[in-house]
């Protein structure tokens, strides 16, 4: 009996950790908000389950403010970020201002917990601009925001690359408006805007909210570990084929890959695959969102080499809208079942129970 209340102390006194696995999004979207109250709430009730580094990180969060006016603490997004010590081990805000901030701002891997927070009246919401090419500095440094730490944050802001739209003639018009780099990033209430290429979701985990991106080819693309929730992606009219996403999955055994939940597919014109094989393993899922007839009636794209169709995993589950219909559908394409799905409508495909945070409240 001694023995038995020794047990059931020790299991007490053990922090509670959320299971990624019980955190299935919901199929009805007027309750995603709730869901994610319910499981992504703030640190105060989720002491001891988050990493370590996080939650001494956000108890010692400071604000800074940028301000094109000058009154603030500094005038330009990159004299902020210049200020946070190498080896920085606290939340910093980086507080920003309505209007336009024309600079390329990069983050190295050496200052985590950065935080960029818009605040923005009458929807002028702060905007990062620039218009950086691939000619100029290759395909992903065009990026006018490069991000290569872990712990970073985004919100409220917009990030635009203001290069032209590549004609098919100029060399290296390709232009970047957001590279994201670094492990355990959350994006909410951005706005990404490009042609070609606007978003390098490079690599590890990320997460995006009631997001909004724009493009027409490849315009997500690379090796994320990403889940994107409620967030629109525009297919840009005119021109030829479009591409939504070009994930860059190499081997059967990698776990990253892209999810779309409850999203939306705008535009117009029947020309736009969800994806392409850019990589034979890539690795594609959309759950419970909205095709306009934008999309393709094939839906996705081999990359004209029928060896991908063996090895590529682009999946659908319970979506809908004109551009849903699967009567068309490449022979490659996998219509998820319950069980197939279920792996990738949880903050378990971004272990996102040990990481994720909702926006500061400033």
């Known amino acids: 009996m001694a023995c038995m209340q020794l047990v059931i102390l020790v299991l007490f006194l053990i922090p509670f950790v959320r299971s990624d ?27 001891g389950s988050l990493d370590p580094a996080l939650e001494a990180a956000e108890a010692g969060a400071k604000v800074i403010k940028v301000r094109t006016d000058g009154s603030g603490d500094f005038k330009t997004v990159n004299d902020a970020i210049k200020s946070v010590p190498t080896g920085n081990k606290d939340r910093v805000i980086v507080l920003i201002g309505p209007g336009n901030y024309t600079e390329k701002i990069k983050i190295d891997r050496y200052k985590p917990f950065i935080t960029l927070y818009g605040e923005y009246y009458s929807n002028n919401m702060p905007t990062l601009i620039y218009g950086g090419t691939a000619a100029e500095y290759g395909t992903v440094d065009s990026a006018t925001l490069i991000v290569e730490s872990d712990y970073f944050t985004a919100v409220n802001v917009k990030i635009v690359n203001s290069a032209p739209r590549p004609d098919g003639v100029r060399q290296g018009a390709q232009a970047v408006a957001l590279r994201i780099g670094g492990d355990k990033a959350s994006f909410y209430n ?39 929730l409620n967030t629109e992606t525009y297919v840009i009219p005119g021109g030829g084929m479009a591409m939504i996403t070009a994930q860059a999955r190499t081997k059967a055994d990698e776990s990253n890959g892209y999810v779309f939940a409850h999203c939306t597919v705008t535009g117009t ?14 690795r594609v899922v ?77």
């Open 269 to 282: 014109g029947n020309h736009a695959y969800l994806g392409r094989a850019w990589m034979p393993y890539a």
């Open 21 to 47: 696995d019980t955190t299935l999004i919901p199929a009805d979207s007027s309750q995603l908000n709730s869901w994610f109250e319910k499981n992504v709430g703030p640190i105060s009730a989720r002491k």
């Open 286 to 362: 959309y759950a419970y969102s909205e095709f306009s007839d934008a999309v393709n009636p094939e839906g996705w794209f081999n990359n004209l080499d029928s060896q991908n169709n063996k090895t590529v995993y682009f999946g659908e589950y319970n979506n809908k809208g004109p551009g849903s219909a699967q009567d068309k559908r490449a022979g490659f394409t996998k219509k998820l079942s319950d069980a197939e799905a279920k792996q990738f409508i949880s903050l378990g495909f971004i272990e996102g129970s040990r990481w994720l945070l909702p926006p500061n409240k400033l």
């Open 190 to 228: 951005c706005k990404i805007y490009g042609f070609q290429d606007t978003l390098c979701d490079d690599k590890g985990k990320h997460f995006y909210k009631d997001c909004y991106i724009e493009g027409t080819v490849d315009f997500i693309f690379g090796s994320g570990r990403s889940l994107y």
